[in-house]
């Protein structure tokens, strides 16, 4: 699938004023702020046709034309990132758009190409990635989200839970094939996308915090693709200088293999 015959496109929705990490998009990480390192990476994918960053605040606006991305000024109060990828949706033309959270950075492009490529053929309205959890602290991690799905592949739940749960384990622990991790990235068709945030707010979702779950509660069926690829996450300010240090890891490695002559993507 390329560029020319499905547009996709990649909206990067950024708050100032998180609750838990104020600035967050701004955060500098190896000498360039988060929400830079997160739109080059969407923008090198070659699956995507457009790459946006939607915000209500002057400072980010300024930031990312700074570094020469595109951005859109969205104000109002959207319950959600994906309510903020809509209200872009509305004002333009498009076949598809990527819901991208500002403070998820994939370590390479094909990260966004395991979500893209397999949707663009699937005939699905709604779709999202997850990989395989190897550590048992992150499947009791509530910060973690954990997604079930069934044999085609479509999402059946999503928690903060450690789910499923091994009901014959004295010890939880993190079992291969079994438990993944959810990647905070959607793709939609424009018409799903404006459907979904039409809907309103369900009871699972504000349980568990989870908008993807008022997707479930409200009959959008969710196909989930598994990726091998890493991601980084911030969610408070203490996992800044642990998301640096990893970076700052990846990009070394990533510099010697190129200069070795190796065949490196991403």
Known sequence: ??????????????????????????????GKPMI?????????????SEVLV?????????????????????????????????????????????DLQGDEIPLTPDLLTDLIEPFLGSGAGMGTLKRVIDSTDDLLNPAVVKVVTDTKGDALYFSRAPIPLVRDNPQPHAVGGLHYIHLGLYIYTKETLLRFASLPTSRIEDAEKLEQLRALDH???????????????????????????????????KRELKSSGMFFKG
């Open 219 to 253: 009959g959008i069926r969710i196909r989930v693709w598994e990726t091998k690829h890493a991601s980084l996450r911030v969610d408070r300010p203490e996992d800044v200088s642990d998301v640096a240090e990893r970076l700052q890891e990846y990009l070394a490695v």
């Open 54 to 98: 939607a915000t209500d605040d002057e400072r980010i606006k300024q930031v990312v034309e700074r570094f020469g991305g595109r951005v859109i000024m969205v104000a109002g109060d959207y319950r959600t990132g994906t309510d903020r990828v809509a209200a872009v949706a509305r004002m333009f033309a498009g076949d598809c758009f990527v």
């Open 1 to 30: 699938m390329t560029k020319a015959s499905r547009t996709v496109t990649v909206v990067i929705p950024a708050r100032y004023g998180s609750s838990r990490f104020p600035g967050k998009p701004l955060v500098e990480l190896n």
């Open 36 to 48: 830079q390192h997160v739109y080059e990476q969407a923008a090198a994918c070659r699956a995507v």
